[in-house]
């Protein structure tokens, strides 16, 4: 660098830096000293940074700085303050009865927003964010019930759940009485299409009603009862309402009667703590098809 | 920048390679005109920060009774008579556009009046100064203290010990007076001398006692030149017409010395006014010399025309050598043609214009805003359920907001698809289709609501629903729209 103080500029008499560019020269024009010692300070406090604080990648961990502090015990902490704070409200939940949840605007309004977070962290991946099931997977917004809507109903099959292999899970399956042989194929045709009439459904031209009765009344009826109008205790279905679970074409309730249906409903006891299945029974009733 | 060169200026500003020391300006006490409005409007910002929070406003019964409140553990502003609620912060938008166009006026009819009577860092700055001169004594008398090579005479000592006491002090009440602004501000002041204050509080007030010491005692007119954006920007909103700070040298060139001008002048030769006495740059806060041009560092308080006018009026000839004039009459004068001043501009008028409209939709929107409102947010998943009767029902979430001092007791009606019915989870219905709810006073409530009607009587995908929730007891009506969703 040339000695910048033989270049003097003439309009500002400041010195150049020596450096031009297209005939334009540069002023040298020094800092401010209190920003320069800012900008030393602000080195030493990135030294001193590294120092105390967990900063340096190495290949397996990284440096963990003098007072072992780390960001996730700091989430830690605050999540345990933030249970503490809830603890009290989440144990009114807890106490509470179902009935009284529901009373509550307070208790309810916690009861909903907890259970809808819940839910969505354990019960989306089948019956959807918003409870609208799938194939297969129940809407818990309606009005259908497999096993029953009322609050302590919904409670117990989230407890137990069904088929889930827990003691007191629900029981009951569609048996398959194709593949059991227990029905022929064409009494299976028969039977789907009587099924179908149950709840006003247009069936083959060809159907013979008396004799879809007649294998309903031998077949079906213990379950599904003498009217098809279901049994909860057993988790059968209604037959003659305008909610299907599996779908109501003819094809589907074919492959329904002939290969049987056993859904799985996990048991949430012992995964999910009893306030939280409380605060869930009480948003999925009030999702608008709790009886 | 077209400055002049001062040979004294390049032998002591240590113009090293790496930095420059800052020469510290001793701003010299001037009186006139323009000190006098700086007094004036120092008194009335200085008096509206500190006292403001005193003000008691009744709002009734468990509201708080502060003019000027902001609720952050509730999310309410007060500001008088309005309240506003946190979805309610645009008019802070509003505000700011208002303040920005109005800075933008400010520049384009006086140039910097901001910065040289209103911005906080010149009050406060100027505030020290004041406290300053008071205790150590005027330009010459600081200057010579701070260049004593004897200071530590006891009597220099209790001076310097007096004078941070005094700025800690009122740099310690800019920060107390600055909490108050967040709570009942007599109850606040009760914990904070008893030290039952919350920690947050003296935190604050530690921050702004700090923040406000270094910059209105230390760092002053570097926070103008270093730190403040507006001087860069102010530029660009400057034109030709705007008055700015300015030295008239078509009056005051040649300078010369006041005996040498009589002379002259006997001679009937043209001589300037200036007789380059340095006043003009003695007083400067920014310690800059006016008579070189418009600097990015003038915040144009108008001390050196007070300066300079007592100068002219010593030695008898015409004030306003520096006024507030522009280049156009510069040049008009040295014309030989009457100066002319223009105001109403077509900047001038557009800005007018920008705040007149933001400020008068602002008043406008407040004073229609209902203190009942509903929102209503349509559920996604699903958007409709078939129930087992083949009916279709549709599920909303309801936001009801009675910002009124008041509980409300509110019913809910809807209108839109063919025998609909409705029911509001959790809550009882007086009658089975009309749910009543109450909603408690400044508070909201959220609802979800559930609207079912027969498939038969309501072919179309999508049916407009229009929620009406209406104050029982006195009538007052809100409604919102959505829509009913068929499978």
């Known amino acids: 660098m040339t000695d910048h103080h033989s270049d003097i500029d003439s309009v500002s008499g400041k010195s150049t830096t020596g450096h031009e560019w297209d005939g334009i020269k540069e002023l040298n024009t020094p800092l401010p000293r209190w920003w320069v010692i800012t900008f030393y300070l602000t080195i030493v406090w990135a030294i001193a940074y590294w120092v105390v604080y967990p900063a340096w990648p190495l290949i397996a ?85 497999l096993w029953g809507g009322s609050l302590d109903q919904i409670m117990q099959t989230i407890q137990f759940g069904a088929r889930s292999g827990h003691a007191k899970t629900h029981e009951g399956q569609m048996l398959a009485f194709g593949k059991d042989g227990v029905l022929k194929p064409d009494e299976i045709v028969t039977a789907a299409n009587y099924v179908r009439s149950l709840s006003g459904l247009p069936t083959r031209p060809s159907f013979d009603k008396a004799k879809g009765e007649k294998i309903f009344a031998e077949n079906c009826a213990a379950c599904h009862g003498d009217a098809g109008k279901g049994n909860q205790e057993m988790g059968a279905p209604n037959l003659t309402d305008k909610i299907w679970l599996y779908g109501s074409d003819e094809a589907t309730l074919i492959e329904t009667i002939s290969q049987g249906r056993a859904g799985v409903m996990p048991a949430w006891e012992g995964r999910l703590d009893p306030a939280t299945i409380k605060a869930m029974a009480v948003y999925v009733h009030s999702l608008g098809g709790g009886k | 920048m077209n400055k002049t060169v001062n040979p004294k200026d390049l032998a002591s500003d240590g113009d090293g390679p790496l930095y420059a020391a800052q020469k510290k300006v001793y701003p010299q006490s001037v009186s006139g005109t323009f000190r006098r409005i700086k007094w004036g409007l120092m008194a009335v910002c200085l008096g509206v920060y500190y006292f403001l929070p005193f003000v008691r406003w009744n709002r009734g019964l468990g509201a708080p009774s502060q003019a000027v409140l902001i609720d952050l553990p509730n999310s309410r502003f007060y500001f008088f008579f309005i309240e506003l609620w946190p979805q309610e912060v ?72 007096l004078k941070h006491s005094i700025w800690l002090m009122i740099a310690w009440w800019t920060g107390g007076a600055w909490v108050l602004y967040f709570n009942d501000a007599p109850t606040l002041v009760k914990e904070l001398v008893t030290f039952q204050g919350p920690m947050i509080a003296y935190i604050w007030i530690g921050i702004l006692t700090a923040t406000t010491y270094l910059l209105a005692g230390y760092m002053r007119e570097q926070v103008c030149t270093y730190m403040c954006p507006w001087p860069r920007i102010q530029a660009a909103l400057t034109d030709e017409w705007a008055l700015n700070v300015t030295y008239r040298y078509d009056r005051g060139e040649k300078r010369t010395s006041v005996k040498k001008a009589a002379e002259l002048r006997a001679l009937g030769e043209q001589v300037g006014d200036c007789v380059d006495c340095y006043q003009c740059v003695a007083v400067c806060p920014t310690g800059i010399d006016i008579r ?24 008898g000839r015409p004030k306003r050598l520096i006024g507030y004039d522009n280049d156009i009459n510069i040049h008009r004068r040295q014309e030989g043609k009457a100066p002319i001043y223009r105001i109403v501009r077509a900047r001038t008028v557009v800005y007018s214009v920008i705040i007149a409209a933001v400020g008068g939709f602002m008043v406008y929107t407040l004073a229609t805003r209902s203190l009942l409102d509903v929102n209503v947010l349509h559920d996604r998943n699903p958007v409709a359920v078939k129930l087992s009767d083949g009916s279709i029902r549709n599920a909303y979430t309801v936001r009801l907001l009675n910002k009124s001092g008041y509980d409300r007791v509110i019913a809910i009606d809807a209108e839109g698809p063919v025998n609909l019915t409705m029911h509001v989870v959790g809550a009882d219905s007086v009658t089975p289709d009309r749910p009543m709810i109450v909603i408690p006073r400044d508070a909201t409530s959220e609802l979800r609501l559930l609207v079912t009607a027969p498939a038969e009587n309501n072919s179309e995908k999508s049916i407009p629903v229009r929620f009406h929730v209406m104050d029982i007891g006195l009538g007052v009506a809100a409604s919102a729209t959505d829509n009913f969703v068929a499978p």
């Not at chain 1, 963990?64 to 902490?77: E, H, I, N, P």
């Not at chain 1, 964010?129 to 799938?134: D, F, L």
């Not at chain 2, 906080?120 to 600081?142: C, H, K, N």
Request: net charge negative; glycine share 10%; with cysteine.
């Open chain 2, 90 to 161: 645009y008019y802070f938008t509003g505000l700011l556009i208002a303040a920005a166009v109005a800075l933008f006026l400010m520049n384009s009819v006086g140039g910097r009046i901001w910065c040289g009577y209103l911005c906080p860092q010149t009050v406060w700055t100027d505030l020290f100064y004041a406290v300053e001169r008071l205790i150590e004594g005027d330009r010459r008398e600081r200057m010579k203290k701070d260049k004593s090579s004897d200071p530590l005479k006891l009597e220099r000592i209790s001076e310097i010990v």
């Open chain 1, 61 to 145: 961990s990284n440096t963990t700085g003098m007072f072992g502090y780390s960001s996730r015990a700091d989430v830690a902490v605050e999540l345990a303050n933030l249970e503490k704070i809830r603890g009290a409200k989440m144990a009114a939940l807890g106490t509470a009865s179902l009935a009284d949840i529901e009373k509550d605007p307070a208790l309810l309004a916690l009861a909903r927003a907890k259970g809808k977070t819940v839910f969505g962290d354990n019960c989306a991946p089948c019956h959807g964010s918003g409870g609208a099931g799938a194939k297969g997977y129940p809407n818990l917004n309606d009005d259908d019930w």
């Open chain 2, 292 to 315: 070189n041009g418009p600097q990015m560092e003038c915040i144009q308080c108008g001390l050196c025309i007070d300066a300079c006018d007592n100068v002219m009026t010593k030695i």
